[in-house]
């Protein structure tokens, strides 16, 4: 596993969320999730990070993810040679991850930074070890214990 550089001097306990992104072939994604990210961070007010994994990538993935880790401390950024599918890819970030939180979240957007937010108010409303959004057509958050 190849890191970029991280310029973050955190230790752990000062990262209260961990996201982590899996990534296949998502250069045209990177900078608007990382962009949208960052926007969540700064409204919820929290220590965060960005975790991006490239699992293996052929295109530029992996050089749009190092250029953001030199250009915010918060987004971190690890490489996997092979492409070994999103649950190795969710093993290496849940590894590296700092936050008490994890929030994991697909790269290519699918799932939208802005509903962060309201995972994290469901997960204050406990007790819970697990919340999960799930997207339907009225946008609505079950909860289920």
């Known amino acids: 596993m190849i890191q970029c550089s991280d310029s973050s001097d955190r230790e752990p306990d000062d990262v ?3 996201v982590i992104g899996p990534c296949y072939n998502e250069e045209a994604n990177i900078d608007l999730l990382v962009e949208r990210t960052l926007a969540v961070f700064s409204v919820l007010d929290i220590e965060a990070e960005l975790v991006l994994i490239d699992d293996g990538s052929v295109d530029r993935t992996w050089a749009r993810v190092c250029a953001r880790t030199e250009a915010d401390p918060r987004v971190r950024g690890l490489q ?16 590296a991850a700092r936050g008490r939180l994890i929030c994991l979240m697909d790269a290519d957007l699918q799932n939208r930074p802005e509903d962060i937010p309201t995972l994290l108010r469901a997960y204050a409303q406990g007790p819970a070890d697990v919340v999960q959004g799930v997207r339907h057509a009225s946008s609505l958050l079950t909860r289920h214990r």
């Not at 996997?80 to 849940?94: C, D, F, P, V």
């Open 80 to 95: 996997h040679s092979t492409n070994g599918g999103i649950e190795a890819a969710w093993n290496t970030g849940l590894t």
């Open 16 to 18: 209260t969320l961990s």
